[in-house]
């Protein structure tokens, strides 16, 4: 999956338009950014790529560019 293709999943889970978020947007900056929104992103990441993230990797996650950078590992 590529880094736009990820950020267009990240938009979609935060209920965001297209385009609303770039690698360098910060996460705290937008009120999507929720309980619900981090359940969903769990959720999404296990389904597309076998990932479980767990509360702490939640907590650590600053920016978009956070996200991406987790999913690839």
Known sequence: ???EEKI???EDVM?????ELTLDSVLSDFEEWDSLS???LIAEAKKEFG???KAEDIKQFQTVKDICDFLND
Do not use: P
């Open 1 to 3: 999956m590529t880094t």
């Open 51 to 53: 990932i479980s993230i």
């Open 38 to 40: 981090k359940l969903s």
């Open 15 to 19: 209920d965001l338009d297209e385009g």
């Open 8 to 10: 267009a999943m990240l």
